[in-house]
Structure formats: structure tokens, C-alpha cells
């Protein structure tokens, strides 16, 4: 079983920066495919971005590819996701995502999923 925790959020202006991260306890990260998805109010999720078990690859969603960067430390159990140029419509709830099995494209499919934390950009 993997707890995740995200933290990191806030409210910042359009053109700033946050950066989230995904604290994970129970078992070890580095088996674990993981990634970020979001949600603002009245939509469904959407996939952010995911991070392969080494840290190797990434993969980010179109809105995002650019302006956002993935990241993770196994030895600190954490993934990030560094937030840049953020935008109004980047408004919404942060989720970490965690599966041992899934690939990077798959990730919605997660076993394991944080709480979320809240992203508000105003303009």
C-alpha cells in the first residue's frame, strides 16, 4: 500500500511559478510509475504529466509541455512538478498519481492517488 501526499499549493499570479510536491509513504517510489493530473471545477481530469520509475522519461500533457517540468528524487520517496509561466486556466486541483504496473500514457489508470492540493492562478 503507498500513501501519497501532495503539497505545495497556493494561490499566484498569472506569470508565476509553484512547485508541487508528492510525498509517498508504505513502500518504496522507485517501483513506481508516477505522475501529475488535475482537476478544475465542472471538468473531468486531466492528465498533467508522468515521470518513469528511473526518472528517465517524462512525458507532459499539451497544455502544459513547455512551461511545466517533472521531476523526481527515489531517495527522498518525492516527485515534483515544477510549475512555470502558470496560466488562469492552469486553475485547478493537483493530483499525484503512483502504479507499479501502468506506463507513462496509462497513468490515469493508478492504483494510488493523493488528495490533491489546490492551484489557483489568478489574472
Known amino acids: 500500500q503507498v500513501q501519497l501526499a501532495e503539497s505545495g499549493g497556493g494561490l499566484v499570479q498569472a506569470g508565476g511559478s509553484l512547485r508541487l510536491s508528492c510525498a509517498a509513504s508504505?513502500?518504496?517510489?522507485?517501483?513506481?510509475?508516477m505522475g501529475w493530473f488535475r482537476q478544475a471545477p465542472g471538468k473531468e481530469r486531466d492528465f498533467v504529466a508522468s515521470?518513469?520509475?528511473?526518472?528517465?522519461?517524462?512525458y507532459y500533457g499539451n497544455t502544459v509541455r513547455g512551461r511545466f517540468t517533472i521531476s523526481r528524487d527515489n531517495a527522498k520517496n518525492t516527485v515534483y512538478l515544477q510549475m512555470n509561466s502558470l496560466k488562469p486556466e492552469d486553475t485547478a486541483v493537483y493530483y499525484c498519481?503512483?502504479?507499479?504496473?501502468?506506463?507513462?500514457?496509462?497513468?490515469?489508470?493508478?492504483?494510488?492517488w493523493g488528495q490533491g492540493t489546490q492551484v489557483t492562478v489568478s489574472s
Open positions: 515521470i518513469s520509475r528511473s526518472g528517465g522519461v517524462t
Open positions: 508504505g513502500r518504496t517510489l522507485s517501483s513506481y510509475t
Open positions: 498519481a503512483a502504479d507499479p504496473k501502468v506506463s507513462l500514457v496509462e497513468l490515469i489508470r493508478a492504483d494510488y
